[in-house]
């Protein structure tokens, strides 16, 4: 395959990606919304690892064809569900210039990749992460602004 086609085949998973996570993650906030906060941190603390463990060894099946039943779907899913769990930390997820925030319900939203964090939780006391907003933090964790938080685009 040459560079330029290369170039246009990933240009194209690109843009179904995005229209397949604009659905699919806001689904999956929903999904956790609907769960109590308790229920909802351990779903959250199981989907992430999870969807790491899984677009790590099966990522490439979102990329290129796959022989085997259920692989893109496997690693599409755990992707959506990983993007989930991400976008209810303060500031979401930014992936395929796409914004996914839980908590100003952005889902999908496109933004340009210095719309980092959300606008919203920019205005809101979420600028600082600290354990009454996130309750996973460390004990005696006492906050930290999202200013120093390096986000990294996905792709």
């Known amino acids: 395959m040459s560079q330029a086609t290369e170039r246009e085949h990933a240009e194209r998973v690109r843009g179904h990606l995005r229209i397949a996570l604009s659905a699919a993650v806001p689904l999956n906030i929903e999904a956790l919304r609907q769960r109590p906060p308790a229920a909802r941190?351990?779903?959250?603390?199981?989907?992430?690892?999870?969807?790491?463990?899984?677009?790590?060894?099966?990522?490439?099946?979102?990329?290129?064809?796959?022989?085997?039943?259920?692989?893109?779907?496997?690693?599409?899913?755990?992707?959506?569900?990983?993007?989930?769990?991400?976008?209810?930390?303060?500031?979401?997820v930014h992936v395929f210039g796409l914004l996914f925030c839980a908590q100003h319900a952005r889902g999908g939203r496109d933004v340009p990749g210095?719309?980092?964090?959300?606008?919203?939780?920019?205005?809101?006391?979420r600028w600082w992460v600290t354990p009454e907003h996130d309750p996973d933090a460390p004990p005696g964790h006492a906050g930290t602004p999202m200013t120093t938080i390096k986000p990294t685009e996905v792709l």
């Open 41 to 92: 941190t351990r779903t959250r603390l199981a989907w992430a690892p999870e969807a790491a463990d899984i677009i790590g060894s099966q990522g490439d099946a979102l990329q290129f064809t796959t022989k085997t039943p259920g692989r893109t779907a496997n690693a599409f899913n755990a992707l959506a569900r990983g993007l989930a769990a991400l976008a209810w930390q303060p500031g979401g």
């Open 114 to 125: 210095s719309a980092l964090p959300c606008p919203d939780c920019r205005d809101d006391d």
